[in-house]
């Protein structure tokens, strides 16, 4: 069974442009979760979708956007970009949403996004 | 304010000899804490994980204990192995909640021989 894969593997763009970041989750998986890693705030949750509704959302600015299409594939933008956007964006995904019951999630390699 | 803490970036332990990495937590609302294993270039992923209701779960050479009155848990490795050389990383999960898993920073263990 493939894992979870993310596309692109690296990125690196300018102060003020948008970007967006595509993840395809496990056959089968509906949920779908992004993450992102710094190295001052570590791994930090974003927001997930299930069934192409967001469930849950971290502490990030309305510039982190998400959706999920029918086949669960997820996308994640952010627009206006900073500098403190620099990160390593991880996707988790599951077989159910993790709202109210963890379900274990499995998480693809990242998008290492690189803002200058 | 951290949430789940992981207080040693960086441990270093012979090969062959036990591991043993901590993480505290200040919510006690938490009610499912899982480790996961990071190799550069890679997602997380998944090693062991416990329930609240108990305080010790084992897998093979990995066994988490959980010390509710402490907000502690910590994860043991014995023997530990070259291959065990990564970043481990403790984490939380809360039903009632909306933010997914909190993670510590995570501890970068290194397995000399």
């Known amino acids: 069974k493939a894992g979870v894969t993310q596309t692109p593997r690296y990125l690196i763009k300018t102060r003020g442009q948008q970007v967006t970041l595509s993840c395809s989750p496990i056959?089968?998986?509906?949920?779908v979760s992004w993450y992102q890693q710094t190295p001052g705030q570590g791994l930090q949750f974003l927001f997930e979708?299930?069934?192409?509704?967001?469930?849950n959302k971290g502490n990030f600015p309305g510039r982190f956007s998400g959706r999920q299409f029918s086949n669960s594939r997820s996308e994640m933008n952010v627009s206006t970009l900073e500098l403190g956007d620099s990160a390593l964006y991880l996707c988790?995904?599951?077989?159910?949403?993790?709202?109210?019951?963890?379900?274990?999630?499995?998480f693809g390699p990242g998008t290492r996004l690189t803002v200058l | 304010d951290q949430q789940v803490k992981q207080n040693s970036p960086s441990l270093s332990v012979q090969e062959g000899r036990i591991s043993i990495l901590n993480c505290d937590y200040t919510?006690?609302?938490?009610?499912?804490f899982l480790w996961y294993k990071k190799y550069p270039a890679e997602g997380p992923t998944f090693l062991i994980s416990i329930s609240s209701i108990k305080d010790k779960n084992e897998d093979g050479r990995f066994t988490v204990f959980l010390n509710k009155s402490a907000k502690h848990l910590s994860l043991h490795i014995v023997p530990s192995q070259p291959g065990d050389s990564a970043v481990y990383f403790c984490?939380?999960?809360f039903g009632g909640g909306a933010d997914g898993l909190t993670f510590g920073k995570g501890t970068h263990l290194i397995i000399q021989p």
């Open positions: 056959s089968g998986h509906r949920s």
């Open positions: 984490a939380a999960y």
């Open positions: 919510n006690s609302m938490f009610d499912y």
């Open positions: 988790a995904s599951s077989l159910l949403s993790i709202a109210g019951t963890y379900n274990e999630q499995f």
């Open positions: 979708y299930f069934s192409e509704t967001q469930r």
